[in-house]
């Protein structure tokens, strides 16, 4: 028994060690990529749902890896953020998509609002409001054209966190809290926190049953009354875009309008919404 316990025990180490020995590849792999920009960005559309035009584009991440192709950011962003990566990298997403906003609006598309997905591990570097409105200066976009996608982590409900907030909202930034009404959501820091957007999770939107709809609707009546901009991601049906606009939702984004689009189908839609 005592052996086989042995055995038992050696396995469990190499599968140990082969996950290490991967996670350090992977993680050689990311800086690779990062010199070599292997990254682009895809463009998702938000759209007002009373008029159904275009509002917004989230910009999401993607690695197009030499030999394994595209890969999606939940495969890379927890080791980015583990890291220490994700410094750079939500750099370059920032830089890449306020200077791709830029030159949209220098184009004559319509004027949309591009929001860009921030790790809270950025957002607690001492650096990082510099760093955003540097990135405004150096691209030429208005602050009120970038809103910035914050997803609640422990920490948010800092005194450090509401000052960050406080000061990206006064350089005109948009704030999102992504995600709401998963993780360590709280109902008080809709209104403590200067918070222009809160985006409804999903989750609650697909499964969307008696409690979830009662959830959504919550969630949008307290948003409402609190002035702030409710949007509901990952919209898939008819049918769940009926009852948000039933609820007065503000904007939605999700697979029902459009899956997430590259540069060129971005542009490409933009003209079309042009030539409406
Ligand atoms: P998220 O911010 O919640 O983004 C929404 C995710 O839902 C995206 O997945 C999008 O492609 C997907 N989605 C959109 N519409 C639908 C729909 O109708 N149904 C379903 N089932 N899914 C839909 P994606 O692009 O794989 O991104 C996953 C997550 O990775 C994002 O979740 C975000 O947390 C993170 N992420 C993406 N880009 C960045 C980035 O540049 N920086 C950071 N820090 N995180 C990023
Ligand atoms: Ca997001
Ligand atoms: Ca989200
Ligand atoms: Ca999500």
Not at 54 to 79: C, N, S, Y
Not at 111 to 137: D, G, R, W
Not at 183 to 203: E, F, N, R, W
Request: charged residues 20%; hydrophobic residues 40%; aromatic residues 8%.
């Amino acid at each position: 028994a005592k052996e086989n316990g042995n055995r038992t025990f050696q396995f469990f180490t190499q599968e140990i060690n082969h996950s290490l020995v991967e996670k350090k590849t992977l993680e050689t792999e990311l800086r690779k990529a990062l010199l070599s920009n292997q990254f682009v960005l895809h463009y998702q559309p938000q759209i007002d749902m009373a008029t159904g035009h275009i509002t917004g584009l989230e910009a999401l991440i993607r690695w197009v890896h030499p030999t394994k192709g595209m890969i999606p950011p939940a495969q890379f962003i927890p080791l980015a953020e583990e890291s220490g990566l994700i410094i750079p990298l939500g750099q370059w997403v920032l830089e890449t998509a306020c200077t791709q906003a830029k030159k949209w609006l220098d184009d004559g598309l319509p004027p949309i609002q591009i929001s860009v997905n921030v790790s809270p591990y950025q957002f607690k570097q001492t650096a990082f409001v510099s760093m955003v409105t540097e990135t405004l200066v150096q691209s030429g976009l208005p602050a009120h054209h970038l809103n910035l996608e914050i997803t609640e982590s422990m920490t948010f409900d800092t005194q450090h966190c509401q000052t960050i907030l406080q000061q990206l909202r006064e350089i005109g930034i948009n704030v999102s809290i992504d995600d709401f009404g998963t993780g360590y959501s709280s109902l008080s820091y809709l209104s403590k926190l200067p918070l222009t957007h809160v985006k409804i999770d999903g989750a609650f939107i697909q499964g969307l049953d008696k409690r979830n709809g009662a959830i959504v609707k919550t969630i949008i009546t307290l948003a409402k009354n609190l002035d702030l901009n409710v949007i509901a991601e990952g919209v898939e049906t008819e049918e769940q875009a009926r009852f948000l606009q039933s609820l007065h939702c503000d904007e939605a984004q999700g697979y029902l309008y459009s899956k997430p689009l590259n540069q060129e189908q971005t542009e490409e839609l933009l003209q079309q919404a042009n030539n409406q």
